[in-house]
């Protein structure tokens, strides 16, 4: 069973900041090989996005131009972990927040119709 587990997310006023985590179980994605990892969001009423993705080295990040300069992505080395750190948010970024990690190792981003989930975690941003 894939596990996905992912923390941080809440209520956060505009310019303000969150940090969203995601950890891979051990079990499914052994730590002995690194896969690439990432963020999409959906917010009320509309499809879900894409947010960022790190490589799975860690050397490559891309960005969803709405969030680039204002959002983070970083991952742990030694784990296939995930971090988003989320700044200068706007109410424009609430929405569910996904952790997405690709089902091959050593890729360069994830991708969407080839991804493990998160069961998503709440981001709200108040005026």
């Known amino acids: 069973q894939v596990q996905l587990v992912e923390s941080g997310g809440g209520l956060a006023q505009a310019g303000g900041s969150l940090r969203l985590s995601c950890a891979a179980s051990?079990?499914?994605?052994?730590?002995?090989?690194?896969?690439?990892m990432g963020w999409f969001r959906q917010a009320p009423g509309k499809e879900r996005e894409f947010v960022a993705t790190?490589?799975?080295?860690?050397?490559?990040?891309y960005y969803t131009d709405s969030v680039k300069g204002r959002f983070t992505i970083s991952r742990d080395s030694a784990k296939n972990a995930v971090n988003l750190q989320m700044e200068a948010l706007k109410t424009e970024d609430t929405a569910i927040y996904y952790c997405?990690?690709?089902?091959?190792?050593?890729?360069?981003?994830?991708?969407?119709?080839?991804?493990?989930w998160g069961q998503g975690t709440q981001v709200t941003v108040s005026s």
């Open positions: 997405a990690v690709d089902r091959s190792p050593w890729g360069a981003t994830v991708k969407a119709e080839s991804a493990y």
């Open positions: 051990e079990r499914t994605f052994s730590s002995r090989n690194k896969y690439a």
């Open positions: 790190i490589s799975a080295r860690g050397g490559s990040r």
